[in-house]
């Protein structure tokens, strides 16, 4: 038995790292991956909270939008060095994104990329596009 237990310990070495080297690695996942190490161990729950590097891709099977929504709703980090969103227009309201937009803006945003935000519908040749808000325009110092 504690033959076993010393190789888990050996063995989990990336639980050891000093923890600025453990942001750098998560900085480099998407959303959903980041959010999935919070599995790996009781120090690396909350990690991802603090990363100020936010990328969001559409997954099959997942409710993109909530998904976001509770990742934000966890999200600690006062600043947001990348927000990244890579999605479907047509299954997220306006409103979602404004909030979504919002979030960053308050979060002193330095990089802001929104991917797909014009759509087609049946009924329409030309795309349906999303207006930014003004919010996002202002600058604070």
Avoid at 30 to 52: A, G
Avoid at 55 to 64: P, S
Avoid at 78 to 96: A, V
Avoid at 98 to 117: M, P, S
Wanted: charged share 30%.
């Amino acid at each position: 038995m504690e033959i076993e237990e010393d190789i888990v310990e050996k063995s989990d070495f990336i639980s050891n790292l000093p923890e600025s080297l453990l942001f750098s690695i998560l900085s480099l996942l998407d959303m959903y991956n980041m959010r999935r190490t919070s599995m790996l161990s009781k120090r690396w729950r909350y990690l991802w909270t603090y990363i100020p590097r936010m990328d969001f891709h559409e997954r099959r099977g997942i409710d993109f939008a909530a998904f976001v929504d509770k990742s934000l709703s966890l999200h600690v980090a006062p600043k947001i060095e990348k927000f990244r969103f890579h999605f479907d227009s047509n299954h997220t309201s306006d409103e979602q994104i404004d909030a979504w937009i919002k979030f960053a803006v308050e979060r002193f945003v330095v990089e802001f990329d929104f991917e797909d935000l014009a759509w087609w519908t049946e009924e329409e040749a030309d795309p349906i596009l999303y207006k930014i808000p003004d919010s996002l325009f202002c600058c604070r110092f």
